[in-house]
Structures are given as structure tokens and as C-alpha cells.
């Protein structure tokens, strides 16, 4: 049994050893990786700082689009019904005014909410585009 301090201990290295890596890097190559790893960082500032500029988009404001887009559909489809309620109380006939104008009206609304959701995202992909370069 040893009383000692154990003699395999090893000295530290000095400052004039090189400092070791497992894949040394040309400088060419330390260039082309620090080009790199910068341009990731300023795109995740350039993404932090947009995040922070459109801070109105949040779980609500999600939920009030879905309420506007039912709606764009239920509105046209409610006063097309309505409508088609007073043509057949007003005008009697064989075919229904009633069904006709629901169906006008739920078509007009689909359509008009197509059309705004696509809007919006255009405008979602145009922003992302812009985030990119």
C-alpha cells in the first residue's frame, strides 16, 4: 500500500505546446466555416428580431382569423337564405327561391374566404422569403 502521492500523474502542458484538435482546419476552410456559421447567425437574429416586430400574431389572433373566415361563409350564406325567404313569400313558384339563394350565398362565402386565405398566405410566404435574404 502506498502512502504517497501517485507518480503517474502527468505534468501539465506548458504554454508553448500547440494547442491539439482532432481535425485541424486549413485557413481556408477556417474562413469558409466561420462565412457559414456567421450568416446562420444573422439569420437567426434577423428572425428574432422580425418575431419581435410582428408580435401581434399570437394564439388569439389565430383564432379571430378562424372566426373571420366562418364568417366570410356565414353571412353571404345567412342573407341568401333570407333572401330566398322573402322571393318565396313574395313570389310563389315551383322551384325554391330559398334553396337556389342558400346555395348562391354558400358559394359566394367559400369563395370569398378562398380568396382571403389565400391573400394571407401570400403575404406569409412573401414575409418568410424576405426573412431568408
Known sequence: ???GPEKDIKP???????PRSADPLSGDQQDD???RY???VG???KRKLNAQRHVTKTVWSGLGMMGLVGWSVAIPTLLGAALGMWLDG???DTHSWTLALLIAGL???????????????????RNEEDEDD
Open 12 to 18: 501539465a502542458s506548458t504554454q508553448s505546446d500547440p
Open 38 to 40: 456567421s450568416q446562420q
Open 90 to 92: 313574395q313570389y310563389p
Open 33 to 35: 466555416h466561420q462565412k
Open 1 to 3: 500500500m502506498k502512502n
Open 43 to 45: 439569420k437567426i437574429a
Open 107 to 125: 358559394c359566394l362565402g367559400c369563395f370569398n374566404a378562398w380568396h382571403w386565405v389565400d391573400k394571407e398566405d401570400k403575404n406569409i410566404h
